[in-house]
Protein backbone atom coordinates (compact mmCIF):
# COMPACT_ATOMS: atom_id res chain seq x y z
CA UNK A 1 0.00 0.00 0.00
CA UNK A 2 1.75 3.33 -0.67
CA UNK A 3 0.42 6.86 -0.37
CA UNK A 4 -1.88 9.61 -2.32
CA UNK A 5 0.59 11.85 -3.77
CA UNK A 6 0.84 14.84 -6.60
CA UNK A 7 3.42 16.37 -8.93
CA UNK A 8 3.24 18.26 -11.93
CA UNK A 9 4.76 16.55 -15.41
CA UNK A 10 6.39 19.48 -18.07
CA UNK A 11 8.64 19.17 -20.73
CA UNK A 12 9.91 21.32 -23.60
CA UNK A 13 10.23 24.90 -21.67
CA UNK A 14 12.38 26.38 -24.77
CA UNK A 15 13.19 29.72 -22.88
CA UNK A 16 14.69 31.98 -24.88
CA UNK A 17 13.44 30.17 -28.02
CA UNK A 18 13.39 33.14 -30.50
CA UNK A 19 9.68 33.95 -32.89
CA UNK A 20 10.20 34.67 -36.37
CA UNK A 21 8.22 36.40 -39.35
CA UNK A 22 7.24 39.21 -36.82
CA UNK A 23 8.54 42.21 -38.64
CA UNK A 24 4.97 43.42 -39.67
CA UNK A 25 3.64 42.73 -36.13
CA UNK A 26 3.22 45.72 -33.69
CA UNK A 27 6.05 46.38 -30.71
CA UNK A 28 3.05 44.64 -28.21
CA UNK A 29 2.80 41.50 -30.26
CA UNK A 30 6.95 41.33 -30.52
CA UNK A 31 7.26 41.98 -26.54
CA UNK A 32 4.34 39.81 -25.89
CA UNK A 33 6.56 37.05 -27.73
CA UNK A 34 9.73 37.77 -26.83
CA UNK A 35 8.64 36.81 -22.79
CA UNK A 36 6.09 34.65 -23.54
CA UNK A 37 8.59 31.07 -22.66
CA UNK A 38 9.43 32.80 -19.91
CA UNK A 39 6.21 33.41 -18.69
CA UNK A 40 4.80 30.41 -18.95
CA UNK A 41 8.26 29.14 -16.54
CA UNK A 42 6.70 31.48 -14.30
CA UNK A 43 2.97 29.83 -14.53
CA UNK A 44 4.24 26.80 -14.21
CA UNK A 45 5.23 27.87 -10.81
CA UNK A 46 2.48 29.57 -9.94
CA UNK A 47 0.46 26.26 -10.95
CA UNK A 48 2.28 24.02 -8.82
CA UNK A 49 1.93 26.45 -5.71
CA UNK A 50 -1.72 26.53 -6.31
CA UNK A 51 -2.37 23.14 -6.84
CA UNK A 52 -0.28 22.17 -4.11
CA UNK A 53 1.94 19.59 -5.50
CA UNK A 54 4.44 17.29 -3.82
CA UNK A 55 7.01 17.35 -6.42
CA UNK A 56 7.55 18.91 -10.24
CA UNK A 57 9.28 16.69 -13.09
CA UNK A 58 10.65 18.19 -16.27
CA UNK A 59 11.20 15.72 -19.44
CA UNK A 60 14.29 17.81 -21.07
CA UNK A 61 14.60 20.81 -23.38
CA UNK A 62 13.84 23.65 -20.46
CA UNK A 63 15.92 26.37 -22.58
CA UNK A 64 15.91 26.41 -26.34
CA UNK A 65 19.70 26.68 -26.79
CA UNK A 66 22.61 24.78 -25.11
CA UNK A 67 24.02 28.06 -24.43
CA UNK A 68 22.11 29.28 -22.50
CA UNK A 69 21.32 33.53 -21.56
CA UNK A 70 22.28 34.23 -18.19
CA UNK A 71 18.53 35.72 -17.90
CA UNK A 72 17.24 32.30 -18.60
CA UNK A 73 18.90 30.61 -15.60
CA UNK A 74 18.54 33.30 -13.45
CA UNK A 75 15.04 33.24 -14.38
CA UNK A 76 14.78 29.32 -13.49
CA UNK A 77 17.03 29.71 -10.56
CA UNK A 78 14.45 32.24 -8.76
CA UNK A 79 11.25 30.34 -9.54
CA UNK A 80 12.95 27.20 -8.28
CA UNK A 81 13.69 28.80 -4.87
CA UNK A 82 9.95 29.80 -4.79
CA UNK A 83 9.24 26.19 -5.14
CA UNK A 84 11.77 25.30 -2.17
CA UNK A 85 10.07 27.73 -0.27
CA UNK A 86 6.87 25.68 -0.83
CA UNK A 87 8.39 22.60 0.00
CA UNK A 88 7.92 21.40 -3.78
CA UNK A 89 11.20 19.47 -5.15
CA UNK A 90 12.14 19.49 -8.88
CA UNK A 91 13.63 16.45 -11.51
CA UNK A 92 14.92 17.83 -14.17
CA UNK A 93 16.79 16.26 -17.44
CA UNK A 94 18.11 17.93 -20.03
CA UNK A 95 17.42 17.21 -23.46
CA UNK A 96 18.79 17.82 -27.49
CA UNK A 97 18.53 21.23 -27.32
CA UNK A 98 19.93 21.95 -24.11
CA UNK A 99 22.25 18.57 -23.56
CA UNK A 100 25.13 19.75 -21.05
CA UNK A 101 27.99 20.39 -23.74
CA UNK A 102 26.52 23.79 -23.95
CA UNK A 103 28.50 26.59 -21.80
CA UNK A 104 25.81 27.32 -18.80
CA UNK A 105 26.74 30.04 -15.47
CA UNK A 106 28.05 28.99 -12.44
CA UNK A 107 25.13 28.94 -10.04
CA UNK A 108 23.85 27.55 -7.24
CA UNK A 109 20.49 25.91 -7.01
CA UNK A 110 18.55 25.53 -4.28
CA UNK A 111 18.61 21.87 -2.73
CA UNK A 112 15.17 21.18 -3.22
CA UNK A 113 16.80 20.97 -7.54
CA UNK A 114 17.87 17.58 -8.69
CA UNK A 115 19.24 17.76 -12.05
CA UNK A 116 20.08 14.43 -13.23
CA UNK A 117 23.89 14.05 -15.33
CA UNK A 118 24.36 12.22 -18.73
CA UNK A 119 26.90 9.36 -17.73
CA UNK A 120 24.18 6.95 -16.75
CA UNK A 121 20.45 6.69 -15.59
CA UNK A 122 20.35 7.91 -11.88
CA UNK A 123 17.19 7.06 -9.21
CA UNK A 124 16.12 10.19 -6.89
CA UNK A 125 13.67 9.76 -4.34
CA UNK A 126 10.54 11.89 -4.38
CA UNK A 127 8.89 12.99 -1.05
CA UNK A 128 5.64 14.69 -0.05
CA UNK A 129 5.87 18.30 1.34
CA UNK A 130 5.53 16.32 4.80
CA UNK A 131 8.57 14.22 4.16
CA UNK A 132 7.11 10.54 3.16
CA UNK A 133 8.22 8.48 0.00
CA UNK A 134 6.09 9.01 -2.47
CA UNK A 135 7.89 7.60 -6.10
CA UNK A 136 11.48 6.69 -7.45
CA UNK A 137 12.50 9.40 -9.90
CA UNK A 138 14.55 8.06 -12.87
CA UNK A 139 16.38 10.51 -15.45
CA UNK A 140 19.23 10.61 -17.86
CA UNK A 141 20.07 13.94 -19.59
CA UNK A 142 21.87 14.42 -22.89
CA UNK A 143 25.43 14.87 -23.24
CA UNK A 144 25.57 16.21 -26.53
CA UNK A 145 22.99 17.22 -29.43
CA UNK A 146 22.08 13.89 -31.35
CA UNK A 147 21.51 10.85 -29.28
CA UNK A 148 21.05 8.11 -31.60
CA UNK A 149 21.09 5.64 -28.50
CA UNK A 150 17.97 3.58 -26.90
CA UNK A 151 18.82 5.37 -23.44
CA UNK A 152 15.04 3.62 -22.16
CA UNK A 153 17.03 0.08 -22.38
CA UNK A 154 18.84 1.52 -19.25
CA UNK A 155 16.03 2.45 -17.09
CA UNK A 156 15.43 -0.58 -14.57
CA UNK A 157 12.30 -0.02 -12.26
CA UNK A 158 12.82 -0.59 -8.22
CA UNK A 159 9.99 -2.96 -8.13
CA UNK A 160 6.36 -2.36 -7.93
CA UNK A 161 6.12 -1.42 -3.88
CA UNK A 162 6.71 2.01 -4.29
CA UNK A 163 5.72 4.26 -7.45
CA UNK A 164 8.21 4.43 -10.46
CA UNK A 165 8.56 7.53 -12.62
CA UNK A 166 10.92 7.39 -15.72
CA UNK A 167 11.66 10.63 -16.94
CA UNK A 168 12.92 10.86 -20.52
CA UNK A 169 13.00 12.96 -23.49
CA UNK A 170 12.73 10.96 -26.69
CA UNK A 171 11.73 10.27 -29.71
CA UNK A 172 9.05 7.00 -29.53
CA UNK A 173 7.71 4.94 -31.52
CA UNK A 174 9.16 6.95 -34.44
CA UNK A 175 7.33 10.20 -34.73
CA UNK A 176 8.72 11.22 -38.24
CA UNK A 177 7.88 15.43 -37.49
CA UNK A 178 10.26 15.06 -34.65
CA UNK A 179 14.42 14.01 -35.16
CA UNK A 180 14.62 10.49 -34.25
CA UNK A 181 16.97 11.21 -30.95
CA UNK A 182 16.80 8.20 -28.41
CA UNK A 183 14.41 6.00 -30.22
CA UNK A 184 12.63 3.80 -27.87
CA UNK A 185 9.37 1.77 -28.84
CA UNK A 186 5.78 1.99 -26.75
CA UNK A 187 5.86 -1.64 -26.26
CA UNK A 188 9.13 -1.46 -24.30
CA UNK A 189 8.06 1.58 -22.17
CA UNK A 190 4.77 -0.41 -21.03
CA UNK A 191 6.69 -3.44 -20.34
CA UNK A 192 9.80 -1.70 -18.49
CA UNK A 193 7.58 -2.26 -15.11
CA UNK A 194 7.65 1.67 -14.63
CA UNK A 195 4.27 3.22 -13.60
CA UNK A 196 3.98 6.48 -15.23
CA UNK A 197 6.34 7.39 -17.91
CA UNK A 198 7.49 11.31 -18.21
CA UNK A 199 8.55 11.90 -21.78
CA UNK A 200 9.56 15.13 -23.50
CA UNK A 201 10.90 15.92 -27.14
CA UNK A 202 7.61 15.75 -28.86
CA UNK A 203 5.96 19.03 -28.79
CA UNK A 204 2.00 17.65 -29.33
CA UNK A 205 1.11 16.45 -25.92
CA UNK A 206 -0.87 12.85 -25.68
CA UNK A 207 -1.16 9.89 -23.69
CA UNK A 208 0.31 7.39 -25.22
CA UNK A 209 -1.23 4.69 -22.79
CA UNK A 210 -2.61 4.29 -19.26
CA UNK A 211 -1.50 1.76 -16.66
CA UNK A 212 1.59 2.43 -17.34
CA UNK A 213 1.05 5.63 -18.34
CA UNK A 214 3.08 6.89 -21.21
CA UNK A 215 2.54 10.76 -21.30
CA UNK A 216 4.08 13.73 -23.51
CA UNK A 217 3.21 16.57 -22.04
CA UNK A 218 3.66 18.70 -24.81
CA UNK A 219 5.62 22.06 -24.90
CA UNK A 220 4.57 25.15 -22.81
CA UNK A 221 4.33 27.72 -24.81
CA UNK A 222 3.79 27.61 -28.98
CA UNK A 223 6.54 29.00 -30.57
CA UNK A 224 4.75 29.13 -34.06
CA UNK A 225 1.96 29.09 -35.75
CA UNK A 226 2.32 24.82 -36.55
CA UNK A 227 1.81 24.42 -32.55
CA UNK A 228 -1.73 25.19 -32.01
CA UNK A 229 -4.00 25.46 -29.18
CA UNK A 230 -3.37 25.07 -25.61
CA UNK A 231 -0.17 24.92 -24.28
CA UNK A 232 1.01 23.61 -21.10
CA UNK A 233 1.57 20.38 -18.22
CA UNK A 234 -0.19 17.60 -16.41
CA UNK A 235 -1.46 17.55 -13.06
CA UNK A 236 -0.90 13.87 -11.98
CA UNK A 237 -2.98 12.65 -8.95
CA UNK A 238 -1.45 9.04 -7.70
CA UNK A 239 -3.92 7.25 -5.08
CA UNK A 240 -2.48 5.02 -2.33
CA UNK A 241 -3.34 2.11 -5.00
CA UNK A 242 -1.01 3.91 -7.02
CA UNK A 243 -4.20 5.00 -9.61
CA UNK A 244 -3.49 7.46 -11.48
CA UNK A 245 -5.26 10.57 -12.66
CA UNK A 246 -4.32 13.57 -15.38
CA UNK A 247 -5.58 16.84 -15.73
CA UNK A 248 -3.70 19.27 -18.32
CA UNK A 249 -2.87 22.95 -16.82
CA UNK A 250 -2.54 25.73 -19.80
CA UNK A 251 0.18 27.47 -19.22
CA UNK A 252 0.94 29.44 -22.54
CA UNK A 253 0.88 33.22 -22.23
CA UNK A 254 0.17 33.60 -26.17
CA UNK A 255 -1.71 30.95 -28.39
CA UNK A 256 -1.68 30.31 -31.83
CA UNK A 257 -4.53 29.00 -33.74
CA UNK A 258 -5.79 28.13 -37.32
CA UNK A 259 -9.16 29.71 -37.94
CA UNK A 260 -10.55 28.14 -41.30
CA UNK A 261 -13.30 30.55 -43.21
CA UNK A 262 -15.72 29.07 -45.82
CA UNK A 263 -16.68 31.23 -48.33
CA UNK A 264 -18.63 28.78 -50.36
CA UNK A 265 -21.23 30.62 -52.54
CA UNK A 266 -19.58 33.67 -51.21
CA UNK A 267 -19.47 36.60 -53.63
CA UNK A 268 -19.17 40.30 -52.47
CA UNK A 269 -16.14 41.72 -50.73
CA UNK A 270 -18.20 42.76 -47.38
CA UNK A 271 -19.59 39.16 -46.78
CA UNK A 272 -15.98 38.03 -47.02
CA UNK A 273 -15.05 40.41 -44.55
CA UNK A 274 -18.14 39.83 -42.05
CA UNK A 275 -16.82 35.78 -42.26
CA UNK A 276 -13.36 36.32 -40.97
CA UNK A 277 -14.21 38.48 -38.41
CA UNK A 278 -16.98 36.45 -37.29
CA UNK A 279 -14.54 33.22 -37.39
CA UNK A 280 -11.87 35.24 -35.71
CA UNK A 281 -14.77 36.37 -33.34
CA UNK A 282 -15.44 32.82 -32.53
CA UNK A 283 -12.04 31.92 -31.49
CA UNK A 284 -11.78 34.92 -29.36
CA UNK A 285 -14.38 33.22 -26.97
CA UNK A 286 -13.48 29.84 -27.80
CA UNK A 287 -9.60 31.33 -25.73
CA UNK A 288 -10.94 33.71 -23.57
CA UNK A 289 -8.68 35.81 -21.99
CA UNK A 290 -5.73 34.50 -24.39
CA UNK A 291 -3.64 36.57 -26.18
CA UNK A 292 -4.09 35.40 -30.24
CA UNK A 293 -2.00 34.46 -33.29
CA UNK A 294 -4.44 33.72 -36.06
CA UNK A 295 -3.48 32.13 -38.98
CA UNK A 296 -6.81 32.61 -41.16
CA UNK A 297 -7.39 30.06 -43.68
CA UNK A 298 -9.77 30.54 -47.13
CA UNK A 299 -11.75 27.81 -47.94
CA UNK A 300 -14.74 26.77 -50.07
CA UNK A 301 -15.69 27.35 -53.88
CA UNK A 302 -16.23 31.31 -54.22
CA UNK A 303 -17.18 33.90 -56.95
CA UNK A 304 -14.00 35.57 -54.91
CA UNK A 305 -11.13 33.04 -55.66
CA UNK A 306 -10.17 34.75 -59.23
CA UNK A 307 -9.72 38.10 -56.94
CA UNK A 308 -8.55 36.51 -53.78
CA UNK A 309 -5.30 34.74 -55.99
CA UNK A 310 -4.30 38.52 -56.65
CA UNK A 311 -1.46 39.39 -54.59
CA UNK A 312 -2.49 43.19 -54.19
CA UNK A 313 -6.17 42.13 -52.94
CA UNK A 314 -4.83 39.71 -50.28
CA UNK A 315 -2.24 41.85 -49.05
CA UNK A 316 -4.73 44.40 -48.75
CA UNK A 317 -7.58 42.30 -47.30
CA UNK A 318 -4.66 40.98 -44.34
CA UNK A 319 -3.60 44.64 -43.89
CA UNK A 320 -7.07 45.55 -43.22
CA UNK A 321 -8.29 42.93 -41.05
CA UNK A 322 -5.21 43.64 -39.05
CA UNK A 323 -6.61 47.14 -38.86
CA UNK A 324 -9.95 46.24 -37.84
CA UNK A 325 -8.51 44.07 -35.10
CA UNK A 326 -6.34 46.51 -33.43
CA UNK A 327 -9.14 49.31 -33.54
CA UNK A 328 -11.52 46.26 -31.68
CA UNK A 329 -8.50 46.17 -28.77
CA UNK A 330 -8.26 49.38 -28.15
CA UNK A 331 -12.08 49.45 -27.74
CA UNK A 332 -11.73 46.33 -25.37
CA UNK A 333 -13.72 44.11 -27.59
CA UNK A 334 -11.13 41.37 -29.19
CA UNK A 335 -9.81 40.28 -25.69
CA UNK A 336 -5.86 41.40 -24.92
CA UNK A 337 -5.20 41.08 -28.52
CA UNK A 338 -5.71 39.17 -31.52
CA UNK A 339 -2.46 39.73 -34.10
CA UNK A 340 -3.51 37.63 -37.71
CA UNK A 341 -0.36 36.32 -38.55
CA UNK A 342 -1.01 35.05 -42.86
CA UNK A 343 -3.64 35.05 -44.66
CA UNK A 344 -3.49 31.42 -46.46
CA UNK A 345 -6.13 31.01 -49.25
CA UNK A 346 -6.81 27.58 -50.19
CA UNK A 347 -10.62 28.61 -51.94
CA UNK A 348 -11.15 27.09 -55.57
CA UNK A 349 -13.57 28.49 -58.16
CA UNK A 350 -16.63 27.57 -58.28
CA UNK A 351 -17.73 24.39 -60.32
CA UNK A 352 -20.36 22.15 -61.33
CA UNK A 353 -18.56 19.17 -60.66
CA UNK A 354 -21.02 16.69 -61.44
CA UNK A 355 -21.56 18.52 -64.94
CA UNK A 356 -17.36 18.82 -64.76
CA UNK A 357 -17.53 15.21 -64.69
CA UNK A 358 -19.17 14.49 -67.80
CA UNK A 359 -17.40 17.39 -70.02
CA UNK A 360 -14.98 16.31 -73.16
CA UNK A 361 -12.60 18.60 -71.88
CA UNK A 362 -9.36 18.86 -70.26
CA UNK A 363 -10.64 19.88 -67.26
CA UNK A 364 -12.77 17.07 -67.23
CA UNK A 365 -10.56 14.89 -68.03
CA UNK A 366 -8.67 16.17 -65.09
CA UNK A 367 -11.67 15.56 -62.47
CA UNK A 368 -12.44 12.09 -64.11
CA UNK A 369 -8.50 11.17 -63.05
CA UNK A 370 -9.13 12.51 -59.51
CA UNK A 371 -12.21 10.83 -59.07
CA UNK A 372 -10.39 7.20 -59.56
CA UNK A 373 -7.37 8.02 -57.45
CA UNK A 374 -9.83 8.82 -54.42
CA UNK A 375 -11.09 5.34 -55.39
CA UNK A 376 -7.87 3.10 -55.80
CA UNK A 377 -5.47 3.69 -53.01
CA UNK A 378 -2.74 1.79 -54.67
CA UNK A 379 -3.30 4.39 -57.41
CA UNK A 380 -3.03 7.16 -55.49
CA UNK A 381 -0.11 5.96 -53.67
CA UNK A 382 1.45 5.68 -56.59
CA UNK A 383 0.99 9.14 -57.75
CA UNK A 384 1.91 10.35 -54.33
CA UNK A 385 4.98 8.51 -53.86
CA UNK A 386 6.10 9.90 -57.33
CA UNK A 387 4.91 13.32 -57.25
CA UNK A 388 7.50 12.93 -53.64
CA UNK A 389 10.21 11.50 -54.98
CA UNK A 390 12.35 14.70 -55.77
CA UNK A 391 12.19 16.16 -52.51
CA UNK A 392 13.55 12.37 -50.69
CA UNK A 393 17.24 13.46 -51.17
CA UNK A 394 16.68 16.77 -48.92
CA UNK A 395 17.14 15.62 -45.35
CA UNK A 396 15.02 18.35 -44.20
CA UNK A 397 12.61 17.82 -46.97
CA UNK A 398 11.73 14.41 -46.06
CA UNK A 399 11.42 15.13 -42.88
CA UNK A 400 8.48 17.02 -43.81
CA UNK A 401 7.07 14.75 -46.29
CA UNK A 402 7.45 11.95 -43.82
CA UNK A 403 5.29 14.29 -41.38
CA UNK A 404 2.59 14.07 -43.44
CA UNK A 405 0.02 11.32 -42.50
CA UNK A 406 -1.36 9.57 -45.26
CA UNK A 407 -4.69 10.88 -45.12
CA UNK A 408 -3.29 14.74 -45.43
CA UNK A 409 -1.23 13.40 -48.22
CA UNK A 410 -4.12 12.30 -49.82
CA UNK A 411 -5.92 15.57 -48.61
CA UNK A 412 -3.24 17.63 -50.69
CA UNK A 413 -3.65 15.64 -53.66
CA UNK A 414 -7.15 16.03 -53.81
CA UNK A 415 -6.49 19.80 -53.10
CA UNK A 416 -4.20 20.54 -55.91
CA UNK A 417 -6.15 18.52 -58.33
CA UNK A 418 -9.47 20.59 -57.48
CA UNK A 419 -6.70 23.70 -57.91
CA UNK A 420 -6.29 22.31 -61.36
CA UNK A 421 -9.57 21.76 -62.70
CA UNK A 422 -10.70 25.20 -61.01
CA UNK A 423 -8.08 26.70 -63.26
CA UNK A 424 -8.44 25.14 -66.14
CA UNK A 425 -12.14 25.64 -66.26
CA UNK A 426 -11.50 29.39 -65.53
CA UNK A 427 -9.13 29.25 -68.73
CA UNK A 428 -11.85 27.84 -70.87
CA UNK A 429 -14.49 30.40 -69.44
CA UNK A 430 -11.87 32.84 -70.61
CA UNK A 431 -11.56 31.61 -73.83
CA UNK A 432 -15.34 31.25 -74.37
CA UNK A 433 -15.66 34.48 -73.80
CA UNK A 434 -13.31 36.11 -75.63
CA UNK A 435 -14.49 33.76 -78.42
CA UNK A 436 -18.09 34.91 -77.85
CA UNK A 437 -16.98 39.07 -78.24
CA UNK A 438 -14.97 37.97 -81.39
CA UNK A 439 -18.41 36.99 -82.83
CA UNK A 440 -20.51 39.25 -81.55
CA UNK A 441 -17.99 41.79 -83.13
CA UNK A 442 -18.24 40.34 -86.32
CA UNK A 443 -22.17 40.15 -86.54
Given amino acids: MGIRFRFIHAADLHI ?18 ADATIESAK ?56 HLSGSRANLAWPPNVHIYGADEVTVKPAYTRTGELAAYVHGISYANRAVSENL ?26 HDPYSPCSLTELVGSGFHYWALGHIHNRHIMHQDPYVVYSGNTQGRHAKETGAKGCYLVDVTPQQQTQLAFIPLDTVRFETVSVDLTGQKSEQGLLDAMEAAIGAAVMEHAGCRLMIRVRLVGRSGLHAKLMEATFGKELLE ?77 LRRLVRGYSEEQLAQLLNTAGEMACGMLADDQRQTDREQSSKEEQRS
Fill in 16 to 33: DSPFRGLSEAPDYVREAL
Fill in 43 to 98: KLTEAAIAHQVDFVVIAGDLYDGADRSLRAQLTLQREWERLHAYGVQLFVIHGNHD
Fill in 152 to 177: AKRYQALGNETYQIGLLHANVDGDAS
Fill in 320 to 396: GLREQLAYDSDRGTAGDWVWVTSLEVRTGAELQLETLAEEDSFAGEVYRMLLDLSQHHELRQQVLDEATAPLMSNAR
